[in-house]
DNA sequence: GCTGCGTGTTTAATCGTTTAAACAAAAGTA
DNA sequence: TACTTTTGTTTAAACGATTAAACACGCAGC
């Protein structure tokens, strides 16, 4: 159906073996062969617009070049663009990735893996979803090199690269109380993945350490398929709490648009009424009316990180290597304290 | 390295040859075999956790189901979300989807088909970069099944799922006009991209068409690869030009986020000040604090013909389907005629 | 009892590479 | 001259599947 020409095509025309362009080709040997019928191979298989049998040649080396990157949505704006780092990344090494997205579903997870096994990637970058431990541990029973991202088990031993979550809300809910405020909530999943429980457990100590009684509406938890309406819901409950909330803390990208397109529509002015931080930047919090402060990952490093962890197991199986970055906090309008915010405009 | 159960271990425990094996399996000359045997097959595949290799399957049978997919750039929520689509559609007929971006350099784009056929997919779907004719037309003479998305190329005949972006630029001129707007901008890209030329062409002639006539600042043309900066020039210079307009389209969701950036910055009110349309949905739309009105493509439509398009050439090569199909324009509140505002609000 | 047919299974070639090992001829060494 | 080494190249077996064709066997028909 497409190329056709082929080793033995090449072969043929120079009058010499297959295996000798296999050698050229790949400057194996490079002592032995001789200049001119090097020169001579070359110049055929460039006449004749040669181009290698990638599945020819993985199914004799048993390398395919490829690594497989499963996220949870390849939509969602934070996934697109740490595909594209890794993706870059790869490119880079050489390497082909290909995607999938497992919408948070352990089935579709494992099923995905498994597509992916069956083209034989040399390794996967995972965001596993929750409930997809055995999926993880087989595939480190089978010795197949994977590198967690963004996520991890802490019940098993592999590598991963994620930021350290529960002091990014920690920093997140300083902030707002150096800013004055106190009564602070969280909208964040009811999940029991380990960076989810960080950002939520995070929140509670860094109130808890300042002496702060975390009321129970403060803490609202939705599904983790982002519903929009019952997002919806939680904003209200928190505004509606006694005492109501002069802050929140969204815990994820998704979480913060559902719930400020709802406070866009309310006469609720941010940051004199409330005060808000997300998870994560996307650009639509720029472009909110006041610009959001956010919690920034590092996700070039996280990605140029996973991928040479990646290859670096590929070369020597076995290593282990682990990463937990720092996040920052980037400072915008949408908490100022209220009485820094005409002469900050 | 990976799974290392084959035909012939099964063959060797069931005690059958492994052509047999590869029958059962496939569900070939079903007629044939004894049912005994073939449940024996099946157990001990079952048994073995068999799962055959796709790389050997695919040499034989020169079919990989898989499928290459080019955009601009993934991390482009645009191109994610059809991304998205695309995956999911080919999913559903059992094929897995590559992806890469090609940051509309025809050279990075060559580079990533090449190495996309080395892969041997079985078809490409492609959204190609300004001078990459010569690309589209050598995968042509190769009776490569290709299917061009979001864009196209008058001169080549190749199956394509594009929207009518001359008619959406009109319709999107004539909202404008009908809300009481004569100034009409618009900022673009400096493209020879057909699609492009549309949407600048569908501008000018809906103003022609009623009279209006187009003041050349009013044009505003920036670079493809979105520079910030260039971009926030051009909105400068629509908004200081004589006379300045009271409505702007933007020509792309970057060129939207970029400009609304700006604009939130300016004591500028939209929509009293300034009308805006953008093409192309993003979340970010609905989150300023006017809500975007845009042109919405039928994106689900556009991937799901998009595949279905390349899998019949697939079976049938040398068939060639088209679509042109219309895009809507969402109207929301940053077109609202301003003596409306007040009780629209 | 021979022919022919249907049934269940195997043989063997093939896809396009890689690569260890064999080989033949030329060059070095003693 | 005879023997080893080096040099340039070929042979042939794999990788793990698919698939046309061959095969062996039992059974019906005449």
Same sequence: chains 1, 2.
Avoid at 58 to 78: E, M, Q, R, Y
Avoid at 178 to 183: A, E, F, I, M, V
Wanted: aromatic share 6%; with cysteine.
């Amino acid at each position: 159906m497409q190329k056709r020409v082929s080793l033995k095509d090449i072969a043929a025309k120079a009058g010499v073996s297959a295996a000798l362009v296999s050698y050229v080709l790949n400057n194996r040997l490079p002592s032995r062969i001789s200049v001119a019928t090097a020169q001579k191979i070359r110049d055929i298989a460039g006449q004749l617009n040669y181009s290698t049998n990638q599945l020819a040649k993985s199914l004799k080396t048993n390398k395919t070049n490829t690594i497989g990157l499963i996220v949870a949505d390849i939509s969602n704006p934070f996934s697109a663009n740490l595909a594209r780092i890794i993706e870059d990344e790869a490119e880079k090494c050489q390497y082909t990735t290909i995607f999938g997205s497992s919408d948070e579903d352990p089935g579709k997870f494992d099923k995905l893996v498994h597509t992916m096994l069956n083209r034989k990637v040399d390794g996967l970058i995972l965001s596993p979803p929750a409930k997809s431990e055995a999926v993880i541990e087989s595939l480190q029973q089978k010795d197949i090199p994977i590198v967690l991202l963004d996520r991890y088990f802490p019940g098993i031993k592999t590598s991963y690269v994620i930021i350290d979550n529960f002091a990014a809300s920690m920093e997140a809910v300083h902030h707002l109380l150096s800013t004055g405020r106190t009564r602070i909530g969280m909208i964040t999943y009811d999940s029991e993945l380990q960076h989810l429980l960080e950002r939520k457990n995070g929140y509670i100590r860094a109130l808890e350490n300042n002496g702060v009684r975390v009321e129970k509406e403060w803490l609202q938890l939705v599904g983790i398929e982002n519903n929009q309406q019952q997002i919806e819901d939680a904003v209200r409950a928190l505004l509606s709490a006694t005492p109501g909330v002069d802050a929140v803390l969204f815990g994820s990208n998704k979480i913060a648009t559902s719930s400020l397109k709802l406070i866009n529509s309310l006469s609720l002015r941010v940051p004199c009424d409330l005060a808000v931080i997300c998870f994560d930047h996307t650009e639509m919090l720029d472009l909110f009316y006041s610009p959001v402060t956010y919690i920034k990952q590092p996700l070039e490093e996280i990605g140029e990180l996973a991928v040479s962890y990646l290859l670096s197991n590929l070369l020597h199986n076995g290593t282990i290597s682990t990463s937990q970055l720092k996040a920052s906090l980037v400072i915008q309008q949408s908490t100022t304290r209220p009485d820094e915010l005409y002469q900050a405009k």
